[in-house]
């Protein structure tokens, strides 16, 4: 089970935030790093971005916050990241293996996001993505 409670408090404790520009930039750096491409719908305001190799998501750069979460086998997390990046490694985008305090999610992602979608306990990395795009 990978806890990203505390990663998410760090985060916001630091009061780092990234603009879209910095998001952008980190994620085209990483693509280029790990032969990906990046894939991101700015036109409906998505919070994420992905990079993909062979049309499966690596990895996913959030636009808000200095979160990068990849799998593990790329290891994008030796990657030099930009100062108060975190990264989280997981073995699968689909797999539950995360879990959260809802408040931590609640202080790094806002009030607003559809936490009713996501299980605290156990979820994956997509069900992150999804419940907070």
């Known amino acids: 089970m990978i806890d990203i409670s505390s990663t998410l408090e760090l985060i916001y404790e630091s009061g780092e935030r990234w603009t879209t520009g ?6 085209g750096d990483l693509a280029r ?7 991101w719908d700015i036109d409906a305001d998505e919070e994420w971005l992905s990079l993909l190799v062979d049309n499966t998501r690596i990895a996913m750069i959030s636009t808000k916050i200095p979160l990068i979460v990849a799998l593990e086998c790329y290891l994008l997390g030796s ?33 607003a996001q559809a936490y009713g979608t996501l299980d605290p ?13």
């Open 121 to 133: 306990d156990l979820f994956s990395a997509n069900d992150l993505w999804f419940a907070t795009v």
């Open 33 to 39: 790093s790990a032969g990906a491409v990046l894939d």
């Open 22 to 27: 910095t998001a952008f930039e980190v994620a």
């Open 79 to 111: 990657s030099p990241l930009p100062k108060g990046a975190r990264f989280i490694g997981v073995p699968s985008f689909e797999d539950p293996v995360m879990c959260c305090d809802t408040d931590a999610l609640r202080q790094a992602f806002g009030e």
